[in-house]
C-alpha cells in the first residue's frame, strides 16, 4: 500500500527529480516507510510505501531488465501467487517475491489486458519508454484513487489531487458538473472531480496516454444476475454452505500481509461476519478491532458492537467522539478527500485511523460492499415498495409499506410528519418509464436544493443534465434489468466508489498510514453473489437474507437480527454548539466570502447555514443538512486549493527524502 505519482514531460532528469519529489512529499502520510523513484530524461515515476507485502524486496518502482519499462502501483493483489507462476511456467523470471514485480512481467506477457487477470485493489502506472506511453489502471470498484492531469504536452498522475497541485504547472479551479452532480447523487461520476483541470481514472478502466493523446477503456463491468449464469442449487441449506465458503476464501486471501491485520466492528452483522472468519483464521491469538462511539446516543452503536466484541473476545480499542469534535476535524476530512461532503461521517473514520494506526496496526478490514451486492440498503426495498404502491397510486394502505422499511426515524412514527413525509414520494410515483425509477425521489431533492447557487450557476444547471453523465457511464446491460439491479448498478458507480471507499474509506484511513481491505468486493466473491438467485438477497422486504441465514447460531443473535442502523455522524447541530456557529465556520461562510467565490447566492447560504438547525423532520430535515455539508465543504475546497495551494515541504527536504533506484537505460 502506498501513495503513486509521475509525471512525463519534456523536462531534464533533475527537473524531474524535484518535480517527483514534491508530488510524493505531498502524499506521504500514505507511505512513511519509504519513498523511491525512477528518473530519466523527460520521465518521473515513484511512491511513497506502506510496507505491509514483502518487507524487505517489495521496493518500487520494479524496471525491466532493459531499463525501459518501469512500473508502480499503490494496493494490493491478492492472486498475483498464482499470477506469478502461471508466467514463471512462460519463462519469465523473478528477483524478488513482490507484486510489483509480477505486474511489470504481467505487462511485458499481456499488455494493459492485464487488468482484467487482476483480483484486488489497486492502482497501477506502468510508463513503456520504448512506445513512449503510460498506463493508467484502476480496480473494478475504485477501492485505490488515481488521478491526472495534462496539457497536451506532459501528462502528470498521482493517488491524490494534491500530489498534482506540487506541480507548478497545475492549478485547479472548481467544475459547476461536479458540483451539480454531487447535488443529484451525493458524489461525482465518471472521470468527474471537484476540479475543472483535474480527471480521475474511472474504477474499472484504463487509461492510456501517448504523446498528447489518452484513450479510455473499460476493462470491467458490473455483473448483474441476468447476465450471468446462475447458480443452480437444490435448498436454501445449500446456498448457505456455498455462500460460507465462498466468503471464508474471500477473507483468507484478504488476510495476505506481513503485518497483523485488523477489523472494524461497526455493530452491524456485515463486519461482524468479517470478525467470526478472522477469529478462526486467528486460533488463539486475539485478534485486534476497532470501532466508533458517539457521545449522542441518536448516533452511538455501542452497545451491538459489545455484543460482538464479548462474543469473539477480541482486544478492542474505541475512537469516542463527541459532537465538538465533528467541527474540529471537518476541515481535516475535507483537504484529505478533495470533494465536497454531503455528510460528515468521514470525520469519525478519520478519527478511527488515527486509533488504529496509534495501536500499531497498519491493516484493517471493513464490511464495505455488502450492501450493494448483497442488496442491504433501504433503497432497494423502497424501489420494490413504490413500484407496488404506483399500481394503485390512490392507494391509501400501499404507501404505508413505508412504514416497514423506516420505522425507526421520527418522523415515520407521527402521523402528522409521516403524511408530510408520503407527499415527497407522490410527484414521482407514476413515472414508472423512468429508466431510473429507484433513483427519482432522491434526484428530486437533490434538483431543488439547485436554487443555493448563484445565479451564473443556476444559468449552468439550466442547461446541464447530470443524468445524461451518468447515463454515460452505466454497465452494459443497465435497460435489461429491473428496479433493484438498475438501483445496485447506480450505488455502486457513483456513492460506493466516489463515496464510500473513497471520502470515507482510503482517504481517511491512508490519511494516518492504515490500509482498509473489503472481503464483500473481493472480485471472485462479487462474481459469486452474482450467481445468487435474487431472491435469496431480497426475500419479500427481508434484506441480505443469505447473509443472515448463512450465520445464524454464529454470530450474536441481537447483531444477526438487528434492522438496518445506516452509519452516520452529528452534521449541522456539530457546528453550532450553545446555539453559535463555530468561528472558523462562520469566517467561510461570511457573505463577503460567499460573494467572491460565487459558486452560491449569499442570501440563501445566510438564510439556511448560518441559522442554527431546527428540528425539521423527514426528507426537508436531511436537505438542509446535506445543503449545509456541501456549501461547507466546497468553501473549504476553495479556501485550500484554488486559492492557497497545499504545502509540502521544502523541495531540499523532499529531494533528501527521495532515494532513487538506479537504472542503465
Known amino acids: 500500500m502506498c501513495g503513486i505519482a509521475g509525471i512525463i514531460a519534456p523536462i531534464c532528469a533533475e527537473e524531474a527529480r524535484?518535480?517527483?519529489?514534491?508530488?510524493?512529499a505531498q502524499i506521504a502520510y500514505r507511505g512513511p516507510d519509504e519513498c523511491t523513484g525512477a528518473i530519466g530524461e523527460g520521465f518521473a515515476i515513484g511512491t511513497a510505501r506502506l510496507s505491509i507485502v514483502d518487507l524487505v524486496t517489495g521496493t518500487q518502482p520494479a524496471i525491466s531488465d532493459d531499463a525501459r519499462t518501469f512500473a508502480v502501483f499503490n494496493g494490493e493483489i491478492f492472486n498475483y501467487r498464482t499470477l506469478r507462476a502461471s508466467l514463471a511456467a512462460k519463462g519469465h523470471s523473478f528477483r524478488s517475491s513482490s507484486e510489483v514485480e509480477v505486474l511489470l512481467h504481467l505487462y511485458q506477457e499481456y499488455g494493459p489486458a492485464m487488468a482484467r487477470m487482476l483480483n484486488g485493489q489497486f492502482a497501477v502506472a506502468i510508463w513503456d519508454a520504448r512506445a513512449g506511453s503510460i498506463h493508467l489502471l484502476r480496480d473494478p470498484f475504485g477501492i485505490r484513487p488515481l488521478f491526472w492531469w495534462s496539457d497536451g504536452r506532459s501528462v502528470s498522475f498521482a493517488s491524490e489531487i494534491k500530489s498534482l497541485l506540487a506541480n507548478r504547472e497545475v492549478s485547479v479551479t472548481i467544475d459547476p458538473r461536479g458540483l451539480i452532480q454531487t447535488l443529484r447523487f451525493?458524489?461525482?461520476?465518471?472521470?468527474?472531480?471537484?476540479?475543472?483541470?483535474?480527471?480521475?481514472?474511472?474504477?474499472?478502466?484504463?487509461?492510456?496516454?501517448?504523446?498528447?493523446?489518452?484513450?479510455?477503456?473499460?476493462?470491467?463491468?458490473w455483473p448483474f444476475s441476468a447476465c450471468v449464469e446462475p447458480l443452480r442449487l437444490n435448498s436454501d441449506a445449500e446456498y448457505c454452505e456455498a455462500f460460507r465458503d465462498a466468503f471464508a476464501q474471500s477473507v483468507k486471501r484478504q488476510t495476505m500481509a506481513d503485518v497483523e491485520v485488523g477489523a472494524y466492528i461497526s455493530g452491524g452483522i456485515d463486519s461482524s461476519v468479517i470478525v467470526r472468519h478472522l477469529d478462526a483464521l486467528n486460533g488463539k491469538r486475539p485478534?485486534?478491532?476497532?470501532?466508533?462511539a458517539f457521545d449522542d446516543p441518536d448516533y452511538d452503536e455501542s452497545d451491538a458492537q459489545a455484543a460482538v466484541v464479548q462474543h469473539y473476545r477480541s482486544h478492542h480499542r474505541v475512537a469516542r467522539v463527541g459532537v465538538r469534535d465533528i467541527a474540529e476535524?471537518?476541515?481535516?476530512?475535507v483537504v484529505h478527500a478533495e470533494t465536497a461532503l454531503f455528510r460528515s461521517a468521514p470525520v469519525p473514520m478519520y478519527r478511527l485511523s488515527k486509533e488504529v494506526r496509534a495501536a500499531g496496526i497498519k491493516v484493517v478490514m471493513s464490511g464495505e460492499g455488502a450492501d450493494e451486492i448483497l442488496l442491504g440498503y433501504d433503497l432497494f426495498r423502497?424501489?420494490?415498495?413504490?413500484?407496488?404502491?404506483?399500481?394503485?397510486p390512490a392507494s391509501r394502505c400501499r404507501g404505508q409499506l413505508l412504514r416497514r422499511l423506516y420505522d425507526y426515524l421520527p418522523q415515520y412514527k407521527n402521523p402528522r410528519?409521516?403524511?408530510?413525509?408520503?407527499d415527497f414520494y407522490r410527484p414521482t410515483l407514476t413515472q414508472t418509464e423512468d429508466p431510473h425509477y429507484p433513483m427519482a425521489v432522491r434526484w428530486s431533492s437533490g434538483k431543488a436544493l439547485e436554487s443555493c447557487f448563484s445565479s451564473d450557476l443556476r444559468d449552468i444547471a439550466a442547461t446541464y443534465d447530470p443524468v445524461a453523465d451518468l447515463d454515460a457511464w452505466l454497465p452494459a446491460h443497465y435497460a435489461q434489468t429491473g428496479d433493484v439491479e438498475r438501483a445496485q448498478a447506480i450505488e455502486a458507480i457513483t456513492l460506493l466508489g466516489n463515496y464510500l471507499l473513497s471520502s470515507q474509506g482510503d482517504r481517511m484511513a491512508l490519511a494516518n498510514s492504515v490500509e482498509t481491505r473489503y472481503?464483500?468486493?473481493?472480485?471472485d466473491f462479487v462474481r459469486f453473489a452474482a450467481r445468487l438467485p435474487h431472491g435469496l438477497k431480497l426475500r419479500g422486504l427481508r434484506d441480505k437474507f443469505i447473509l443472515r441465514q448463512t450465520y445464524a447460531g454464529d454470530i450474536p443473535e441481537a447483531v444477526r437480527n438487528r434492522k438496518k442502523f445506516a452509519y452516520q455522524a452529528p452534521e449541522k447541530k456539530s457546528f453550532f454548539p450553545g446555539g453559535t456557529l463555530?468561528?472558523?465556520?462562520?469566517?467561510?461562510?461570511?457573505?463577503?466570502?460567499?460573494?467572491?467565490?460565487?459558486?452560491?447566492?449569499?442570501?440563501?447560504?445566510?438564510q439556511y447555514c448560518l441559522t442554527p438547525p431546527t428540528r425539521e423532520a423527514g426528507r426537508q430535515g436531511f436537505r438542509n443538512n446535506m445543503l449545509f455539508m456541501i456549501v461547507l465543504s466546497t468553501t473549504i475546497l476553495m479556501d485550500r486549493f484554488v486559492r492557497r495551494r497545499p504545502q509540502a515541504s521544502s523541495p531540499a527536504t523532499a529531494a533528501q527524502r527521495l532515494r532513487v533506484i538506479e537504472h542503465q537505460a
Open 287 to 292: 485478534l485486534s478491532t476497532f470501532s466508533v
Open 519 to 523: 472481503p464483500y468486493l473481493d472480485l
Open 417 to 422: 410528519y409521516f403524511n408530510l413525509t408520503l
Open 18 to 24: 524535484d518535480r517527483l519529489a514534491a508530488m510524493l
Open 186 to 221: 451525493w458524489t461525482v461520476v465518471g472521470e468527474q472531480t471537484m476540479f475543472r483541470e483535474v480527471k480521475q481514472v474511472p474504477p474499472g478502466h484504463i487509461l492510456s496516454w501517448r504523446r498528447g493523446k489518452a484513450t479510455l477503456e473499460r476493462y470491467w463491468d
Open 582 to 606: 463555530v468561528e472558523w465556520a462562520a469566517d467561510i461562510l461570511s457573505r463577503e466570502r460567499i460573494a467572491r467565490d460565487g459558486l452560491f447566492e449569499p442570501g440563501y447560504v445566510e
Open 382 to 392: 423502497e424501489a420494490k415498495i413504490r413500484r407496488f404502491w404506483a399500481r394503485q
Open 329 to 333: 476535524d471537518f476541515p481535516t476530512a
